[in-house]
């Protein structure tokens, strides 16, 4: 897998649309300081290619992939792969409920010389490549098909992220054995393991079955042979036989057949006019229809009498008068004389209204004058008190004045003083006025609650006059309603009269009712009568017409008893002449039985020298069949003894297949094949791997293995063996990148699937090398670019080492989002 092209948009630090390309790159370094976004961009490659990140640490926090605040990040990586360009794209969305989902995922082959540049000016239909997967799930199968590493492996093998770089070092053996099955395609060698132990089993099963086959064909042998045949030629001598015998046993059928319908048709003949019965009811139909049309014709009369004097009582009642204007009539007197006594009662209280409002008049007239007296009394009241206080007012100044001097009230000079009163005026009047108001007031109250009584006299006055004028009103209307009737005694004679004609007239419809009721019922019985009479002619009929072959007798159409009569005397003559012949037939019937029985006898022994049952139906017919099913045993028997010989070839073949498969299962099994095949592998992983660990630690360790696990040689401490996991960090890293680069140069060439280390890309440990190995580790890195065959990366930020290689991918960030730029060739 290379890298050619990456996009992002809302990718974690990337919140707006960040192109890093790739093209033309084999030797480059994503550089910037700590924090600013180098890791990430490895990140969007690992997450477009296998839908999650190392560091996330779970494969569903893919929440993980959005930028705080964004609801949408968009990856699009385009890389290649055995000489053949992709373009996968995933887009990640929040909801309005904060759930984050993937919600589209996709992966297709560019076609050939595809121009990049459209992905920024835009794409058409003719642009759009073949499409390898369209769901999450099916873009997960297909990377792993395209570039032929799992996730696990991926991160181990080509882009290798912080945390994650020692992993295939420090890796526990299983582990680090399936990773080079995967990279050396040596699981296609289990396949075919597996291939060869299903094809054994297969082989076995055949084997079985075949085996079962042959043994069930053990009656397939000469003397089965030779009995098939015996009985084949036995069953055709007893067809011949029966050919011979059967239509003589035909033709006596057909004798006894023949004898036995005669003596059945004279039976028949007897017994039908043997059968013939009389209806107990002949004589006495005729009778009960004639009683039952006298019936209808008497209720007929009834019903005519009862409606004419129905219509009687009609007319009557008709000129009796209208009922119903007789009863208004009699209610409108009734109702004249209620109004007449409401009336005298209303006009009554009108009167007694009238002299109960005079006096309340009078009582309210004379409380008005006193009270005008109390008003008058009150403002003479009032006009003493103002009277008063002036004067009083005016004392108040007499002990300031002298005579000569200027009066302060008329500013004329004052000649003679006047004299001081003896007692308060102003008291005495204030008194005299209080007086006055109070009764003043009891007056005012008197007149208002006069005034209230009146007012009420006044209303029911008022509705005591209405009530008199519609109760007089009433009284009138009636009187010109009743003017000229008759009085009320002969009004409720008139009624009496009408409820009586009502009263016979109801019980003169009812025997109108009663009477079609009965002709009903007459009428019905008379149809009964007449239906049972047709039906008993019917059935004579019907009895005469089953013996008409026989040639009955003509019928008295007007009597039935009489016709009965002489159609049963012909038919006992005619049952006694075939009783004569009867026992001739009999006779005939049972000598062809006898011959039947006979030819039967002879077949039945034919059968049984055959070994067959006695013939049950037609035996030409059963003598064909059993002929048949012998040859066609004789058939089965030559057919299965093909067959046999058929199966032993099949299982002399089946037999050589599954040893062969048995035998390749076993040689490639994993314990020996594969494990040999996986030491030579590491042997020459770990002899390259050595090969730069001692160029990087200046010549101090050496890499081996044994048992599967790593362990270094230090040549420094007299050759002593160390397992990798007690280096330090810088040696850790030595040790770690020398084996990454031995993956990347080595295996892919051992590689015989589709797993190709086209480039590799590290993420950690630079920063704890010293200058010398530093520069040993970019050299080192130097050479394995210049070979032109991978595609190798580094995340940095150690100046020094950034320096050195060629291409730049600077990576800087701000509060908004992170950039890069591409810096050098």
Known sequence: MRPIRLDMDGFTVFRRPTTVDFTDTDFFALVGPTGSGKSTILDAITFALYGTVPRWGDRRAIANALAPSATEARVRFVFESAGVRYVLARVVRRDGKGAVTTKHAGLEALPHGFDLSRFDSGLSAEDMGTVLAGTPNEVDLAVQSVIGLPYEQFTKCVVLPQGEFAAF?????????????????????????????????????????????????????????????????????LTDDVDRVGPQLADAAKLAVAAAQTLAGLDAEIGRLTGLRVPADAGTLAAGAAAARGAVAAAVDAARAAEEREDKLRGELQAAG???ALRRLLDAHGERERLAA????????????EREHGKAAGALATARTKAKDALDALEAAREAYQTAVAVDRAAALRPHLRVGDDCPVCTQPVRVLPELPHEPAVAAAKAAGDAARKRSDAAERVVAEQDRIVRDLDRGLAAARAHAEQVDARLAGLDRALDGAPPPDALRRDLETIAKLHSGLERAGAEVRKAREAHRRAAGAADRAEDQLRAAWKAFDAARDALAAFG?????????????????????????????????????????????????????????????????????????????????AHRRVEERRADAARLREQRDEVVK??????????????????????????????????????ELSGGQYDLGHEKGEFYVVDHHDAGLRRAVRTLSGGETFQASLALALALSEQLAGMSTSAASLESIVLDEGFGTLDQSTLDTVAATLEALAARGDRMVGVVTHVGALAERIPVRFEVRRDARTARVERIGL
């Open 169 to 237: 070092l420090h890796a526990k053996p299983a582990e680090r054995q399936k990773i080079l099955v995967n990279l050396l395609g040596l699981d296609v060698y289990g396949k075919i393991r597996e291939r060869a132990t299903a094809l054994a089993g297969t082989a076995e099963a055949k084997l079985k079955v075949l085996t079962e086959q042959l043994a069930g064909m053990a009656d397939a042998d000469d003397a089965a042979l030779a009995a098939a045949l015996a009985r084949a030629a036995t069953l055709r001598s």
């Open 322 to 324: 209208d009922q119903t």
């Open 342 to 353: 409401e009336a005298a009662t209303v006009h009554e209280t009108v009167a007694a209204a």
């Open 552 to 632: 009955p007798p003509p019928a008295d159409r007007d009597d039935l008893a009489e016709a009965w009569a002489t159609l049963t005397g012909w038919a006992g003559a005619a049952a006694g002449e075939r009783q004569a012949r009867r026992p001739a037939a009999v006779e005939a019937v049972t000598a062809a039985e006898a011959r039947v029985d006979t030819v039967r006898a002879e077949l039945r022994a034919l059968f049984a020298a055959a070994g067959l049952p006695a013939p049950g139906g037609d035996p030409a017919r059963e003598a064909a069949i059993a002929l048949e099913r012998a040859e066609a």
């Open 657 to 694: 297949e599954g040893q062969v498969a048995k035998a390749l299962a076993q040689h490639l099994r994993a314990d020996r094949f594969e494990r040999w095949l996986l030491a030579e592998a590491l042997d020459t992983l770990v002899e390259g791997a050595s090969r730069t660990l001692r």
